[in-house]
């Protein structure tokens, strides 16, 4: 007997016997072990507290001044906000999405308030300010990036011509 399906149907069904993919962290897992992992995890965490903090610190020196803008404030406000907004974030977002991204960012907003200590309008001011002192760094970061492939490239094709 002849098969007469349809080759997309025939196509569809291979697919829907295939596995499903694979978790692209369990390759991560495997490759390097789940110490590695566990520890890389947290050196990029740490980084991006880091970075976040920095970003906070200029925003808040910017809105407040030096003696109410610490580093160790906006550290404080980096980790707090990254876990603490992240934990309550996620609970509140299984039921009501809209909701958790509010109280998220009041969260954010609370904790700029009381370790910068202002009012609203400054936390605000300083939350604002914040995005765009990430944006500046993102983008003189990533000038900066583009700007070492082409040199590398351009040096590549000068060691073509002498070689």
């Known amino acids: ?11 569809l069904m291979s697919l829907a016997i295939r596995e499903p993919p694979q978790n692209p962290f369990q390759k ?27 970003v906070i ?28 907004g992240g934990f309550i974030y996620a609970a509140i977002s299984l039921f009501v999405p809209l909701i958790g991204i509010i109280v998220y960012i009041l969260i954010w907003l609370a904790l700029m308030k009381k370790y910068f200590e202002t009012g609203w309008l400054g936390a605000i ?22 700007g070492l492939v082409l040199l590398s490239e351009l040096l590549k ?5 002498f070689v």
């Open 125 to 146: 001011a300083i939350g604002i300010l914040a995005v765009i002192v990430a944006l500046a760094l993102f983008i003189i970061v990533g000038l900066f990036t583009v």
């Open 28 to 54: 991560i897992i495997e490759a390097v072990g789940l110490g590695s992992t566990i520890l890389i995890f947290i050196i990029v965490f740490l980084i991006e507290m880091l970075i976040l903090s920095v």
């Open 57 to 84: 610190y200029i925003a808040g020196l910017m809105v407040v001044g030096g003696r109410k803008a610490t580093f160790s404030d906006a550290f404080k406000i980096s980790f707090l906000g990254t876990v603490l």
């Open 1 to 11: 007997m002849v098969n007469m399906m349809n080759p997309v149907l025939s196509q």
């Open 157 to 161: 094709d000068l060691l073509k011509v």
